[in-house]
């Protein structure tokens, strides 16, 4: 991005992920689907974040901020088929038992002006502020509406480099939820994490510190069940969660929480173990998945 900007060129989402997943490559699994190298810009990518407890999974789509005028914009509605990118990724994710983020490539720090980030800014050639090059967003915080300046985007994302990093900020959880979780739910939001957890924390924390700022009363107490996979070690890290939507109107616990494993799909495991017919696993996942990305974390951080 930078090369490009210096250029004078614009970069787009297909070349950067293309570049990102090059330089990945070598510490981590890739597997790009071949039939799948037409696809379009912010084609999307399954990620599975493993440990040897845990797993997390992701659909992720790439989308680069354009600035006018001081104004921030991301393409979250951009228009796929009969709908919206933005549904698509969210039906995609639901088929797969994934979470759906995106990819917001922002750009450098010249870019984006330097503006401020939460993180001990230190004005220009600000180390915070590079990392954010590269920040990922729950798509259900993508608000187009909500999301125009650099502080709501920080607000609602984080920098890729410290998503597994463990961090002692606790939770900002609403009172009535805590009367409503399990005693390890609690502990896990409350405690800092490592591994697959920390990463899968990092999530649950942007969405729960917006869900703190919305008016909406919580939700009654019921609790949503997941999916137990046959046996508790298959299924989801924690069965039972809150149902409160907020603003959003989705169980927004399951939701970002249900792609918390104790272990991963089986073709992960394939993946690792260099057993796997990448052409089978293509024909068996949707037409917009561009290939599968495994990052295996250590859990002592």
Avoid at 6 to 33: D, H, K, N, Y
Wanted: charged letters at 20%; glycine letters at 6%.
């Amino acid at each position: 991005m930078g090369a490009c900007e210096r250029a004078q060129l614009r970069w787009g989402e297909t070349a950067v992920t293309e570049i990102v997943m090059s330089r990945a490559a070598a510490a981590v699994s890739v597997v790009p689907f071949t039939q799948h190298a037409e696809a379009v810009s912010g084609a999307d990518w399954v990620w599975w974040w493993v440990d040897s407890t845990s797993a997390y999974g992701m659909l992720v789509q790439a989308k680069r901020l354009t600035m006018n005028q001081g104004r921030w914009r991301f393409d979250f509605g951009y228009p796929s088929g009969t709908g919206s990118q933005r549904a698509n990724l969210r039906s995609t994710a639901a088929s797969l038992d994934l979470i759906p983020v995106y990819a917001l490539y922002l750009g450098t720090g010249e870019y984006r002006n330097w503006e401020p980030c939460p993180d001990d800014h230190r004005g220009r050639r600000c180390p915070s502020c590079a990392k954010r090059s590269i920040s990922l967003m729950p798509a259900l915080l993508a608000d187009p509406a909500i999301v125009h300046d650099s502080a709501t985007t920080y607000e609602r994302s984080v920098a890729l480099e410290d998503l597994w990093t463990p961090t002692p900020r606790r939770a900002l959880l609403i009172p009535t939820l805590l009367e409503q979780m399990d005693p390890d739910l609690v502990s896990f939001l409350l405690s800092p994490q490592k591994g697959a957890r920390a990463v899968a924390k990092s999530v649950i924390d942007r969405v729960l510190r917006v869900r703190a700022g919305q008016f909406s009363a919580v939700s009654p107490s019921a609790s949503s069940m997941m999916d137990e996979g046959g046996h508790d070690q298959l299924g989801p890290v924690f069965p039972e969660v809150p149902s409160d939507a907020g603003h959003w109107g989705v169980p927004y616990f399951k939701h970002v929480l249900d792609p918390l494993r104790h272990v991963p799909p089986d073709y992960v495991l394939e993946i690792e173990a260099l057993e796997l017919d990448a052409n089978d696993l293509a024909s068996n996942m949707p037409d917009d998945v561009a290939g599968v990305v495994i990052v295996r974390l250590s859990q002592n951080g």
